[in-house]
């Protein structure tokens, strides 16, 4: 009987140690990832914007490309890598003239060869684009895409006037907020 409670307490103890030791661990270093965290922030009008973003690399590849499936034309895209890109307003606002309430968002894009089509999500908190619905949409504006010089690694701007940019490959595209 001593035998067989002892043993009880050792395998419940190995047990619990090995249970405490895997929830132990320590977050993960977001910096290291291969497309690593950026944020682009500005004031406009008064009202802060604030996007947290991704920033996968060119690395030789066809961004664009449907095989390719990174951004492929016509399909939604999380508009960087990892988690879905959010864009937070600490006002209202009017994007390409069109209301866009204060609050967090999920900034999704359709990329195109001559136009994008710039969609905010009410659900911010997703991963990449697997759970998008279009039902969920708040706003969407269509933009003109434009050729721009070479950008490696993809960014946003917020610039002070009113104009995000996004710049990826030789693409740039530009929304004006107010």
């Avoid at 001593?2 to 619990?16: E, I, Y």
């Avoid at 661990?25 to 290291?32: L, V, Y």
């Avoid at 399909?75 to 967090?104: C, I, M, Q």
């Amino acid at each position: 009987m001593k035998n067989a409670l002892l043993t009880f307490f050792v395998t419940f103890l190995a047990f619990t140690t090995s249970v405490f030791a895997q929830n132990d661990k320590a977050p993960e270093d977001k910096s290291k990832r291969p497309s690593p965290p950026a944020v682009a922030t500005g004031k406009v009008n008064g009202k802060t914007i604030t996007i947290n973003y991704s920033q996968p690399s060119v690395k030789g590849r066809n961004v664009w490309e449907a095989e390719g499936k990174i951004a492929p034309y016509g399909k939604v895209w999380r508009t960087g890598a990892n988690e879905a890109t959010t864009f937070e307003t600490s006002g209202d606002l009017k994007v390409e003239g069109k209301n866009l309430p204060a609050g967090k968002y999920s900034l999704f894009t359709i990329p195109g060869e001559k136009e994008w089509t710039i969609i905010f999500n009410k659900t911010p908190e997703q991963w990449g684009a697997y759970k998008y619905q279009e039902s969920d949409d708040v706003l969407r504006v269509k933009v003109p895409a434009k050729s721009g010089k070479m950008t490696e690694q993809f960014k946003i701007d917020v610039a002070n006037s009113g104009t995000v940019s996004l710049a990826w490959d030789k693409t740039r595209v530009d929304f004006k907020v107010k």
